[in-house]
């Protein structure tokens, strides 16, 4: 069966960086492309970036430029997607999702919460 | 990047309608269009991909459409599983972007 499993809820201070991995079961992660989706709380998706099966090059969208950073490790089958210098407006549940045909396959979701 | 303008953005039905909701981009693109249903706490799920190709599993009374810049989402006949929040998504061109998503309230 394809999943994606991230980790778990996160509470952090503005200005500290936080981490979520994705691990994907079921299929060879090296063949996909992944993808990050964030929702802030009430609001629309908002898409973050996408890390290549490939070599696991990435592109991130502008707003991200400087504070993500989006990794992979083959040996595990995990994606990792790392947003630093945190502020309140950056609490949100964070998805990382599978590119087939759009999103086929999603991760259950990981809140972040930024709070001092 | 492409703007996706969504409309209704709330929608209020009954069992049994047939609701159409509708999503128009800021410029002409393929037909690299998703329409996704999301309910409260859950991630999104995939229903529609390239415009008008049904995702395996999902059911038939959902159906999309595409006429130049204007896509849409159809059910043909509401079920009360399907009220949830929708969302178009382009995948043409990075950035991907959404809409702003449509709930479906029941009437």
């Known amino acids: 069966q394809v999943q994606l499993v991230q980790s778990g809820a996160e509470v952090k201070k503005p200005g500290a960086s936080v981490k979520i991995s994705c691990k994907a079961s079921?299929?060879?992660?090296?063949?996909?492309?992944m993808h990050w989706v964030r929702q802030a709380p009430g609001q629309g998706l908002e898409w973050m970036g996408i890390?290549?099966?490939?070599?696991?090059?990435?592109n991130y969208a502008q707003k991200f430029q400087g504070r993500v950073t989006m990794t992979r490790d083959t040996s595990t089958s995990t994606v990792y997607m790392e947003l630093s210098s945190l502020r309140s407006e950056d609490t949100a549940v964070y998805y990382c999702?599978?590119?087939?045909?759009?999103?086929?396959?999603w991760g259950q979701g990981t809140t972040v919460t930024v709070s001092s | 990047d492409i703007q996706m303008t969504q409309s209704p953005s709330t929608l209020s039905a009954s069992v049994g309608d047939r609701v159409t909701i509708t999503c128009r981009a800021s410029?002409?693109?393929?037909?690299?269009l998703a329409w996704y249903q999301q309910k409260p706490g859950k991630a999104p799920k995939l229903l529609i991909y390239?415009?008008?190709s049904l995702e395996s599993g999902v059911p038939s009374r959902f159906s999309g459409s595409a006429s130049g810049t204007e896509f849409t989402l159809t059910i043909s006949s509401l079920q009360p599983d399907d009220f949830a929040t929708y969302y178009c998504?382009?995948?043409?061109?990075?950035?991907?972007?959404f809409g702003q998503g449509t709930k479906v309230e029941i009437k």
């Open positions: 999702a599978r590119q087939y045909n759009g999103m086929d396959v």
């Open positions: 079921g299929y060879t992660v090296t063949s996909y492309y």
């Open positions: 890390i290549y099966s490939s070599g696991g090059s990435t």
């Open positions: 410029q002409t693109f393929s037909s690299w």
């Open positions: 390239k415009a008008s």
């Open positions: 998504q382009q995948y043409d061109s990075y950035p991907w972007t």
